[in-house]
């Protein structure tokens, strides 16, 4: 199975900072990567796919990169719903398999 | 709108079995398969399996395989989740979510189902 690796497993920030999420494949995945949030309490949301689009709806604050095995998720300027723990996700083989969560908390 | 809405809660005792449904609406069902996916209580996203809607192939997890069957009603737009000889340790939220473009990431999820396995 490929091993998503995320880090930070928890991120305190305040609303306006810029952070980034990364996350480390084991092993190559191309583009087949995906970004989720999850708030508490409801089912995740899809925000980025393909590594770097943005799923409809997703603000612009929100932007995906890398290819491979390295994978960013940077959110610039916070806003308070962006608060919520956020899952990294290959689709490129079987089994999928997601990272084990990044929550971002409030400072 | 799409829409995917998944049977309510159920409370299993260890070695039952039990079925999870989730109906969709607002989109050409056999266009789109449906994952299933698994969250413990506190815990991560765990990806279970998918299934074609519109030939039936499924492609699973091994951890799941032998364990659980996921089944589809085209005249009813809905996708069945069964999962047999349930342990303590699957007690979980468990989510459909529909694939954005052939076995890809999934776009639009269910409310999810809390299953308890208790004594």
């Known amino acids: 199975d490929i091993q998503m690796t995320q880090s930070p497993s928890s991120l305190s920030a305040s609303v306006g900072d810029r952070i980034t999420i990364t996350c480390r494949a084991s092993?190559?995945?191309?583009?087949?990567f995906h970004w989720y949030q999850q708030k508490p309490g409801k089912a995740p949301e899809l925000l980025i796919y393909?590594?770097?689009t943005r799923q409809s709806g997703v603000p612009s604050r929100f932007s995906g990169s890398g290819s491979g095995t390295d994978f960013t998720l940077t959110i610039t300027s916070l806003q308070p719903e962006d608060f919520a723990t956020y899952y990294c996700?290959?689709?490129?083989?079987?089994?999928?398999?997601f990272g084990q969560g990044t929550k971002l908390e409030i400072k | 709108q799409v829409q995917l809405v998944q049977s309510g809660a159920e409370v299993k005792k260890p070695g039952a079995s039990v079925k999870v449904s989730c109906k969709t609406s607002?989109?050409?069902?056999?266009?789109?398969?449906l994952h299933w996916i698994r969250q413990a209580p506190g815990q991560g996203l765990e990806w279970m399996g998918w299934?074609?809607?519109?030939?039936?192939?499924?492609k699973w997890s091994e951890k799941f395989q032998g364990r659980t069957t996921i089944t589809r009603d085209t005249s009813a737009a809905t996708v069945y989740m069964e999962l047999s000889s349930l342990r303590s340790d699957d007690t979980a939220v468990f989510y459909c979510?529909?694939?954005?473009?052939?076995?890809?990431?999934?776009?639009?999820w269910g409310q999810g189902t809390l299953v308890t396995v208790s004594s």
């Open positions: 979510a529909r694939d954005r473009e052939f076995y890809g990431p999934a776009d639009y």
């Open positions: 607002g989109y050409i069902f056999t266009d789109h398969g």
């Open positions: 299934i074609n809607t519109a030939n039936g192939h499924t």
């Open positions: 092993q190559s995945i191309s583009n087949y």
């Open positions: 393909a590594a770097s």
């Open positions: 996700q290959q689709t490129y083989t079987t089994p999928q398999t």
